[in-house]
């Protein structure tokens, strides 16, 4: 297999990354993918530091046993902790959900008043804010924790009342914030977005992880001329969860708007 | 001087780049910069390739003399003749802009059709067409040659009447096209932008190479981790003109909104 033909890896917490992948199927439909979703340890938001390197180091192994050409942590608490150690340690381009989301809200915000919504690992982890005013000094970084949101993504009952009314109350204090962007800082949160930017209002910029991230993986696969070549008829997707498959099917199908998905269980060591 | 200082340097046949300078002076305030317009030969669009490439290395090389980390070639027709040779050539990053503007596109489009404009030479040498169809293969272009563009930019008359009607006579068949993104495939036309508005529509999403090229400088400087340090108190900012330095700070000092520009003439070998 060349290394244009290779496969791009994605590695989510849980079904979070696959508002990236989504943007992948869409922007580079050429490229054979494999996902691969910790639902048996999800959420990593609340877990220390030590562990969610841990974890992610175990998502990263498994996918380069099936010989990645890039690898896409999808996963904004991974990113926090792990991205420069395992970008610096792999042969391979790994890139990270945050700062193509901060660049993002470089390039939208009118105001340099920018909110930032992830969970409580990302939030702590301040990695939004540093990118921000790294690039941009003048910037005004508000950030909110945000830890009841993934939990409903993950119990798929991102469409319910609950979902409605949970989203209302935790963005109250952003309400306030009066930014004119928001990113959306946990690739979970797309799911929402309806009713996010229902309770923002239409005029606040919502930046997604993913699209933003998907366009940097799009630029480096043609900085390194690694993209595939044109006209894959059968492109490769597949998917992988230490979680139920049977929920993991149900979400990345509707999500994804395609019926044949299927994915395997698979162990992680230590898990 | 340290990698992260050096600064970024920026060529283009004319001032159009100051398109794509503007955006760097938003998304990247602190990074030092350096442009360079060869307004004595501009347009290049109906010039020969041997001569765009030719042209476009003397700049190049006037540039790597100021100690540049990067180069970006914020002109469709060079980057069109001359991005493959420079980029294998030099041994900084080196960014065209084109792909960023397909790949904007292909991120924009919701009906697969897609426009673009852009002088003789970049039209001529499909550039776009192929970026387009190498990433989304269903992608539907429609190139139009806009000659006309350029020379009303240049000579400051971007808000006249007479570049009223010329936009509007011009764009008649990329109106018939139906598209709806459509890249502006020249460096010169977001001067031109809200009288191409008018005339596509306010529905249609017209992609700023500019924005895009910034973007994946942005991108580059993080993922190389050559990006100048926060809060640079005096970012240098030098402006050079191979034509006539009155016309040339005229049109820089209103599109940037700065006052203090002022631009060294030079002559370039051959020129």
């Known amino acids: 297999m060349s290394k244009k033909e290779r496969p791009i890896?994605?590695?989510?917490?849980?079904?979070?990354?696959?508002?990236?992948?989504?943007?992948?199927?869409?922007?580079?439909?050429?490229?054979?993918?494999?996902y691969l979703g910790d639902n048996a340890r999800c959420p990593y938001g609340p877990r220390p530091k030590e562990q969610v390197l841990e974890f992610t180091w175990q998502m990263t192994h498994f996918l380069l046993s099936k010989q990645i050409k890039m690898l896409v942590i999808a996963c904004n608490t991974a990113t926090a902790v792990a991205l420069d150690e395992i970008k610096q340690k792999l042969d391979i381009p790994v890139v990270g959900v945050i700062l193509p989301g901060a660049r993002a809200a470089v390039k939208a915000t009118t105001t340099n008043k920018v909110g930032i919504i992830g969970t409580q690992g990302t939030i702590q982890?301040?990695?939004?804010?540093?990118a921000l005013l790294e690039k941009v000094p003048s910037i005004e970084p508000f950030s909110l924790a945000c830890p009841r949101f993934v939990p409903i993504v993950e119990s798929n009952q991102a469409?319910?009342?609950?979902?409605?009314?949970?989203?209302?109350?935790?963005?109250?204090?952003?309400?306030?914030?009066k930014v004119d962007t928001l990113i959306l800082g946990c690739t979970h949160y797309p799911l929402l977005k309806p009713l996010i930017q229902n309770v923002m209002g239409q005029s606040v910029h919502l930046i997604d992880s993913g699209v933003e991230t998907i366009g940097e993986v799009s630029m480096l696969l043609d900085y390194f001329n690694i993209a595939h070549l044109p006209e894959n008829k059968h492109p490769q997707r597949e998917f992988y969860t230490t979680g139920s498959t049977v929920a993991f099917n149900q979400i990345a199908r509707a999500w994804l708007e395609k019926s044949d998905i299927s994915a395997k269980h698979i162990h992680l060591t230590g898990e």
Do not use: C, H, W
């Not at 890896?9 to 494999?34: C, H, M, R, W, Y």
């Not at 469409?159 to 914030?177: C, D, G, N, W």
């Open 125 to 130: 982890s301040a990695s939004y804010e540093r």
């Open 159 to 177: 469409r319910s009342s609950v979902a409605k009314k949970i989203v209302a109350e935790t963005l109250q204090p952003m309400q306030r914030a």
């Open 9 to 34: 890896g994605f590695i989510d917490s849980g079904v979070g990354g696959l508002t990236v992948l989504k943007e992948a199927l869409k922007q580079l439909p050429n490229e054979n993918v494999i």
